[in-house]
């Protein structure tokens, strides 16, 4: 799954003001079997998206038309928490979102999250609930995350906050990178370091 780069990224937004979202959640186990990243995000919030005949809720955030087109989830407290499976990650790059807004990440999800090319923000709960005041407000309000200088606005108040991030983690996003790619694009210096290191032959 190719990681597109994240520098600055304006948006409207998906709320959903649930705290202690966990990953069994975000992806149903059931759908876990699957040996690759393609289709996850059809099964995003499943339980909650979709009747037990497979048609959509209607009263479910992510089927409501004003939310479409948005690459931005605001969600609750404690998104992400529950299992390690990186699948959860899959879901929500393959629905389409680019950044996940929360006052607070379970570590591991916030790691696969960045490792798959999707940006935890993690803000105030303060701000949280201004983020979610403002969308009720206007679903069309568009919040401004710009990585390089660390900062997430809500454009219709101008209220802003920085945020913190992995500074590696950071550089990856900044140029599409995954690990590889990171490394590959360091190869040179690499064999630079390598013929100063000492010979053991």
């Known amino acids: 799954m190719p990681i597109d780069k994240f520098i600055t990224l304006t948006s409207t937004m998906i709320p959903l003001p649930i705290e202690n979202v966990d990953t069994d959640q975000i992806i149903p186990a059931r759908f876990l079997k699957a040996t690759t990243k393609e289709g996850f995000g059809d099964n995003l919030f499943a339980d909650w998206r979709y009747n037990k005949d497979g048609s959509p ?18 969600a609750g407290k404690n998104f992400g928490s529950g299992s390690s499976r990186e699948h959860a990650a899959w879901a929500v790059h393959g629905y389409g979102l680019k950044a996940v807004v929360s006052s607070f990440f379970a570590d591991i999800f916030k790691n696969n999250a960045l490792n798959n090319g999707v940006l935890p923000v993690q803000v105030s709960e303060e701000f949280l609930q201004k983020i979610f005041a403002a969308i009720e407000k206007d679903p069309k309000t568009e919040i401004e995350i710009n990585l390089e200088k660390q900062t997430i606005t809500l454009k219709s108040t101008g209220d802003s906050e920085s945020f913190e991030i992995n500074s590696y983690k950071k550089d990856c996003m ?28």
Not at 57 to 74: A, H, I, R
């Open 174 to 201: 900044l140029n599409g990178f995954d690990d590889i790619d990171y490394l590959l694009n360091i190869k040179e210096e690499i064999i630079e370091f390598g013929k100063k290191l000492p010979s053991f032959n």
């Open 57 to 74: 809720k209607k009263d479910f955030v992510l089927n409501k038309p004003e939310y479409q087109g948005s690459t931005v989830l605001v």
